[in-house]
């Protein structure tokens, strides 16, 4: 399947590059796991290890502070430890086990990462993402911590969306999957956490721009798009009824696998067509502020790409 993504899709004409602390990060954010207990065996290290957060943050952040880097390099650790505990260890096929595990992460939200509050007994996953908004509080940068809760939050409630389908064995139509993969994919907070190692976040007049929020939908898709058409291959042999961009636009149209996966193909490059000409508007306005904000999603496109060629998570 790896073949097929790399000689379907077009690969982002965008440059790469890797932040020159990504193997240091590497390291200290497995051990972080380790120390909240994300990952509690030698086995469960290993899977996290192979995930290769580090290789995606790295990529995706190469000219950000250390700091940053590593926020944002365990912000996806603790994504794909909550990942596989939904996809591979069941909970995420059982939305009666996961409502209450949700309700206490939603719990952990709501206070901001307040160090003066103490985050109610949820567990590891509870206690490492208090850590990750207490020390993204410590930036003083309140509109991005508001920002990445709701984001969090947003991803969490549609993990029960997804749970519901998986225990009734219903497979989305292709416009609502679209719509629900943006913020199951984790997307959204990973970038907000990319705009704050930038040593120029965007402002809220930036923000708040019609044509910026746009182009954040359009990455957010491309990344998740790419993910689909490589992760296909061992999705599909796990969970015939996986949401996957290919799932959905087999059922929906009627198509065979192959029919499918170059739709889904075809999806990807026509998003990547309007995103180059929705950058070259925003571009064109010389705003140094609004070019560094494109330079963060044009890094996570080209970091996802080259990380889903090489990552061990799809094989």
């Given at each position: 399947m790896r073949s097929f993504a790399i000689s379907a899709l077009r690969e982002p004409p965008f440059p790469t590059g890797r932040h020159g602390a990504t193997e240091q990060v590497a390291s200290e954010s497995v051990e972080w796991a380790r120390a909240f207990g994300l990952v509690d065996s030698s086995q469960r290290v290993h899977r996290l290890q192979r995930a290769d957060a580090a290789g995606l943050s790295g990529r995706a952040c190469p000219d950000g502070s250390v700091d940053g880097l590593r926020l944002l390099t365990d912000l996806i650790s603790w994504l794909f430890v909550m990942d596989d505990a939904c996809d591979e260890d069941g909970l995420g096929a059982d939305p009666v086990r996961l409502g209450p595990a949700i309700s206490t992460l939603l719990d952990v939200l709501d206070r901001y990462g307040d160090p003066n509050v103490l985050p109610p007994a949820v567990g590891p996953l509870g206690d490492a993402l208090h850590d990750l908004c207490r020390r993204i509080r410590?930036?003083?940068?309140?509109?991005l911590l508001l920002r990445f809760v709701s984001q969090m939050r947003e991803y969490l409630l549609?993990?029960?969306?997804?749970?519901?389908?998986r225990e009734r064995q219903r497979v989305?139509?292709?416009?609502?999957?679209?719509?629900?993969?943006?913020?199951?994919?984790g997307v959204h907070p990973c970038l907000?956490?990319?705009?704050l190692a930038s040593a120029r976040p965007p402002g809220s007049a930036q923000r708040a721009n019609p044509a910026l929020l746009a182009l954040d939908l359009l990455a957010v898709?491309?990344?998740?798009?790419?993910?689909?058409?490589?992760?296909?291959?061992?999705?599909?042999?796990?969970?015939?009824?996986?949401?996957?961009?290919?799932t959905v636009i087999a059922q929906d149209s009627d198509a065979d696998e192959p029919a499918a996966l170059r739709a889904a193909a075809n999806r990807f490059n026509q998003g990547l067509a309007k995103y180059l000409d929705a950058e070259e508007a925003l571009l064109s306005s010389g705003n140094d502020e609004m070019r560094l904000a494109l330079a963060v999603r044009r890094n996570w496109v080209r970091a996802?790409?080259?990380?889903?060629?090489?990552?061990?998570?799809y094989a």
């Open positions: 410590l930036h003083d940068h309140a509109a549609a993990l029960l969306w997804e749970a519901t389908n989305p139509d292709v416009a609502e999957y679209v719509q629900l993969r943006r913020h199951i994919g907000t956490l990319t705009d898709d491309l990344v998740c798009w790419c993910n689909d058409l490589f992760s296909y291959g061992k999705e599909s042999r796990a969970d015939p009824d996986a949401h996957n961009l290919v996802t790409y080259d990380w889903s060629v090489v990552a061990d998570r």
